[in-house]
């Protein structure tokens, strides 16, 4: 008989998605796993579209409380919602696809060889401040991992406890007994989720620095856990002489201050060797009005990064609380903190030829080149540069806003991730949560 899915009674469902401890969270997890591994596609597919409708459903407390949680725009919230249950949905359909592959007759004796994927079990995700909900509690981590078959064990964000908690709740009411679990905490917690036996991958949105502090706590285990950790990058962006200045200014300027700048995608490079472009640019982002930051500590590093800025460059700078400010240098000082990502709405602009700036880049998540047909050349030469240090590269368009597809590359060379062939964005990202086995030879009957 097929597994079904069966939740827990309400008061069971209730504490999963309240706060718990570590090890009883983890525990619930392992006793969860070989029921969720053995459920189909399609009851898996069941499972994501119920908790898309329960989020959905519940829309308006969560974007309310996310609003007073977070500083972001009603219009921002609502769009990211409708992000998060389209993602739990195409993940879910995902699921459901077959999966396998077969190499007839190519075994000893004539058997075949077919590859199918196994759940890794369970998964502990680390909930972002910035995207709240897309890739907050309920975000493509945790949907990623349950499409997968594995069991979740969410930490919420400090900065966001109200809107964590209520997505758990949400969350835990639509799942199986076990399936999803919520804990809260300092890095302390952080590292006993990481450094706890039932865990057997790691999905993590943040800092370099928290995301470099979990992949050593995993590979100082016992039995050494993956990783997948996304972390800085600099987006830089490449401006050759045919791009359309008013579009291409007007796009860069609300990519940089979009959401206050905190985005992981934000434009935080841009080279141009046109002086009137960058100051048109920097004069652009300066004007533009930004809400408050996140947290106070996001702001006080903001106010930081302006200062250390303005006592050794030239700062064009707006009003208010977080300003937004472009930092205008020549190309061949681009060096330390002019290479770094900086959180809040910010950019570097670096007047000179743009040739040589891919090699001195470390790897980002996206690049992103503005140019017209007589550039082609120009951005072929450049594109080789490019490959090399980001997963995605965007041609005539800025890198914020990333698609939920099939195709999406939502990963790049380190420091922007710890692992460059994965995604965390898109049906890919599934897969960092299922290893393939080969079964060679078994009977037809046998096969998964």
């Known amino acids: 008989m097929e597994p079904t899915i069966s939740p827990a009674a309400d008061g069971g469902r209730r504490r999963q998605g309240e706060h718990m401890n570590v090890s009883t969270a983890v525990s619930r997890a392992v006793a969860a796993a070989p029921h969720l591994a053995s459920l189909s596609g399609e009851l898996r597919r069941t499972m994501l579209h119920a908790c898309a409708d329960a989020l959905a459903a519940a829309g308006g407390e969560i974007v309310a409380t996310a609003l007073e949680e977070t500083g972001l725009t009603m219009a921002r919230l609502r769009g990211e919602l409708d992000r998060t249950t389209g993602q739990l949905r195409l993940l879910g359909d995902h699921a459901a696809k077959p999966w396998r592959r077969v190499s007839a007759g190519v075994a000893a004796g004539g058997g075949d060889v077919v590859t199918v994927p196994v759940p890794v079990g369970p998964v502990a995700v680390f909930a972002a401040s910035n995207f709240p909900l897309a890739f907050g509690v309920s975000g493509g981590d945790t949907a990623s991992a349950l499409a997968a078959g594995c069991p979740v064990v969410v930490k919420a964000h400090p900065a966001q406890p109200r809107t964590g908690e209520l997505l758990g709740q949400i969350l835990a009411r639509a799942l199986p007994d076990g399936a999803f ?39 100082a285990r016992p039995d050494p856990i993956p990783v997948y950790a996304e972390m800085g990058s600099l987006n830089p962006v490449l401006v050759l002489p045919g791009a359309a200045v008013p ?138 540069g490019l490959l090399t240090r980001a997963g995605r590269i965007v041609w005539n368009g800025v890198p914020t806003g990333v698609a939920v597809c099939d ?32 079964l060679q030879g078994l009977p037809v009957e046998l096969l998964p």
């Open 407 to 438: 195709a999406m590359q939502h990963g790049g060379p380190w420091p922007a991730t710890s692992a460059s062939w994965s995604t965390s964005v898109g049906t890919e990202a599934v897969e960092r949560f299922r290893r393939p086995v080969a």
């Open 247 to 384: 579009a291409t200014v007007s796009a860069l300027a609300a990519a940089v201050t979009g959401s206050a700048g905190q985005l992981c995608t934000k434009p935080g490079l841009v080279v141009t060797g046109s002086a009137a472009f960058a100051e048109e640019l920097a004069n652009a982002v300066a004007a533009v009005p930004v809400h408050r930051m996140l947290t106070a500590g996001m702001a006080q590093a903001h106010e930081t990064w302006q200062a250390h800025a303005s006592a050794a460059h030239r700062v064009v700078a707006g009003a208010g609380s977080p300003a937004p400010f472009a930092v205008v240098v020549d190309v061949d000082d681009l060096a330390g903190e002019l290479l770094e990502e900086h959180f809040g709405p910010s950019v570097v602009i670096a007047v000179g030829a743009a040739e040589d700036v891919p090699s001195r880049l470390e790897g980002s998540l996206t690049a992103s080149v503005f140019a017209d047909e007589g550039d082609r050349e120009a951005a072929r030469s450049l594109l080789p």
């Open 181 to 219: 679990s919520l804990v809260a905490g300092g890095p302390e917690v952080s590292l006993e989720l990481v450094r706890a036996a039932g865990i057997r991958a790691v999905g993590f949105t943040g800092s370099l620095t928290g995301g470099r502090a979990l992949m050593d706590a995993a590979a």
